[in-house]
């Protein structure tokens, strides 16, 4: 064990006070159990919402989870989330379209805190969607809520969410992802700002997740085609005054070591970032790859979920 | 009055700055194996403002045009100090890649770093082999950060007496080195009731409040061995935190999972992502693990399990 900054003046800024020793507890409200399909030829259909049952305590915020299938193993696939409250039936969608991706392969579970309240005794839904670039069978997969107590959490918790930049298109093709793309055409040229979404936040943001990951169908390559790397910038403003608030985020693709074409498709990240936007700012993305010759593959999508 | 905080804004500054040029980080690093010196990299000569966190980026990038970073388990220390005098402040994040798989998507550390700090790198691998021109990001967070507060000691908890250092560990296997090694119930059993507790910290060092747990799979010896599987298939493993005496443990983190994929030719191990959470630990208490896998092979029932404790 190291402990810096013993009896030095900044150990003092980041003492926490958690009051007295309190069990922590957790719940999964989504029991792991397979029940969710998707569409793999396109863009899927939401699923129903499936119940959750009512949370026992004041939630301040909560862990969303997603979870591999278990067995057969299927390729990579990019899945969405809605997140809902109220009685059966007339459920009140309070996160829309929070949105991950799953490599092939090997990945662990995929995570995100969303600061939302949700009071003790409501009840939660939570419905799916999702493709694969295949064409191979239906998958499960394993949404999982973990609530935060109030005296395990420091966050600070929201009551609204907001999600921009999805895209409606029907199907994976180039550009319909589920995000909105940005497109490098000039090897290691910075694209101009892309908007996130037509529409901006329609109330002052105070957290927001910035998921971005490779688009549409077969963002593969080849042993030959990498290693391709990506440099990405955020930005907020009206359009040609942009201030970046993100610079040299970074991303790499790789190709497979056994030579062969392989879904070796990025992770879509999913990067919290505490930062107040008042109603109406405009978001912005940007990025520059280092290959342009793999259209699938040089491009991203991006998605911004806001909360405040 | 405005009901908004100008203040409120946490700033992301990338620590490793953009080459245009080359559309990626400016410095790489070199990733040498554990019977190598591991040298510390500067990663920042003086930080300019405090740093509430750290957000890494740490796909194992290289550069276009070059070969593919070699699957393998790549770690680094992060630490603080002038040259020649560093202390390791965060140990052991370890990135795992086989030969199909990217390296880690972004990671939260929770880490309170002061302006003025020269912030050091110690990139080290597992093996002998020497990987050079291995690109990462780290974002520092400032002006507030107010997601996750930030702490000022780290340790990684379950080492089982091993040294943070891994050049003094096993270099084939060096899992014993990371964690503490438990075996999985048998036959592919996935009744989380019937898989045992078991302790990897007798005695928790400070009272925790932000953990990441960290699970590693692998044989005994080493590699998981693919062909035990059917081809193209997967396999999965779940593994969890708890406290308390011997017989009264409770779970204290979710059931975290990680599904490894099994092809005739592709072999390695695996490590979990990094799902840091809030969570309170106080010191003193007895921390244990559990895990339960669908392999049925009975060698490779095993997990190294340890986390990083923020406090």
């Given at each position: ?19 007295v ?11 792991p159990?397979s029940?969710v ?38 390729e ?8 809902a ?5 007339s ?8 949105c ?16 939302l ?12 969607m ?7 069978g239906?998958?499960?997969?394993r ?14 918790v ?24 940005v ?13 996130i ?6 109330y ?20 030959s ?9 955020i ?9 970046a ?10 190709d ?21 936007l008042p ?13 342009i ?5 040089q491009s ?9 | ?47 300019t ?16 045009g ?17 040259a020649?005098?560093?202390v ?8 795992h ?11 939260h ?14 990139p ?7 990987i ?45 080195a ?21 302790e990897?910290?007798?005695f ?16 005994t010896s ?7 599987g ?9 593994f ?21 994929f ?15 959470q ?10 244990v ?5 669908s ?8 997990m190294t ?7």
């Open positions: 064990m190291i402990e810096y900054g013993k009896g030095r003046h900044w150990d003092q800024a980041s003492s926490i006070d958690l009051g020793s309190v069990s922590p507890e957790y719940r999964a409200l989504s029991t159990t029940h399909n998707g569409n793999n030829t396109a863009r899927g259909t939401k699923l129903a919402w499936y119940d959750n049952g009512a949370t026992t305590y004041d939630w301040h915020g909560f862990t969303l989870m997603f979870q591999n299938s278990w067995e057969p193993f299927f990579d696939r990019k899945m969405s989330c809605d997140i409250i109220g009685a059966v039936g459920e009140q969608q309070i996160l829309g379209e929070f991950f991706d799953q490599p092939s392969h090997s990945r662990g579970s995929q995570e995100a805190f969303i600061p309240f949700i009071p003790k005794g409501t009840t939660l839904h939570v419905r799916m999702m493709y694969s670039n295949t064409t191979s239906a998958f499960s997969m949404p999982t809520l973990f609530g935060w107590r109030q005296d395990m959490c420091h966050h600070k929201y009551f609204r969410s907001e999600t921009i930049g999805i895209s409606t298109q029907a199907s994976p093709v180039l550009g319909n992802g589920y995000g909105t793309l497109q490098p055409t000039i090897v290691d040229t910075m694209t101009p700002w892309v908007q979404g037509e529409n901006t936040f329609d002052h943001t105070w957290y927001l997740n910035i998921g971005q990951g490779f688009i549409g169908i077969d963002p593969r390559i080849t042993a085609a990498g290693p391709y790397n990506f440099l990405y910038e930005g907020v403003g009206e359009s040609g005054s942009q201030v608030i993100i610079e040299d985020g970074y991303l790499n693709l790789q497979s070591a056994t030579g062969t074409s392989d879904w070796n498709v990025g992770t879509q990240q999913m990067q919290p970032l505490q930062h107040y109603a109406g700012t405009k978001i912005w993305a940007r990025m520059q790859s280092s290959v010759s793999h259209v699938a593959a991203k999508d991006f998605r911004i979920v806001g909360f405040g | 009055m405005a009901d908004w905080a100008l203040t409120d804004h946490a700033i992301y500054e990338a620590l490793n700055p953009g080459d245009a040029v080359n559309s990626r980080p400016t410095n790489s690093y070199t990733f040498r194996g554990t019977s190598a010196s591991q040298e510390w990299n500067e990663f920042v000569a003086t930080t403002k405090d740093y509430h966190g750290l957000w890494l980026q740490c796909p194992l990038g290289r550069d276009s070059a070969a593919s970073s070699p699957g393998g388990s790549y770690f680094f220390n992060l630490g603080f100090g002038s020649g005098n560093e390791d402040v965060y140990m052991g994040h370890l990135i890649s086989n030969s199909n798989r990217l390296g880690d998507g972004g990671t550390i929770p880490l309170y770093i002061p302006a003025g700090t020269r912030l050091t790198l110690r080290q691998l597992k093996g002998t082999a020497t050079a021109g291995i690109f990462l990001q780290v974002f520092g967070v400032t002006n507030g950060f107010h997601a996750h507060k930030s702490f000022s000691r780290h340790y990684r908890m379950g080492t089982d007496g091993h040294s943070d250092h891994f050049g003094n560990g096993d270099p084939v296997n060096y899992s014993h990371l964690g503490t090694r438990i075996t999985l119930p048998t036959g592919g059993s996935q009744d989380l009731g019937a898989a045992p507790w078991h990897i910290e007798d928790c060092l400070f009272d925790t409040k932000y953990v990441i747990p960290v699970g590693h799979m692998c044989r080493n590699d998981i061995e693919s062909a035990e059917p081809a193209n298939s997967g396999r999965s493993y779940w969890q935190l708890g406290i308390g005496d011997k017989g009264d443990e409770q779970p204290i983190t979710p059931l975290m999972h990680h599904q490894i099994l092809s005739s030719s592709w072999t390695g191990e695996y490590v979990s992502s990094h799902p840091g809030p969570c309170y630990i106080a010191r003193g208490q007895r921390v693990a559990r895990a339960i896998t392999n049925a092979d009975v060698g490779d029932n095993n399990i340890w986390a990083h404790c923020f406090g």
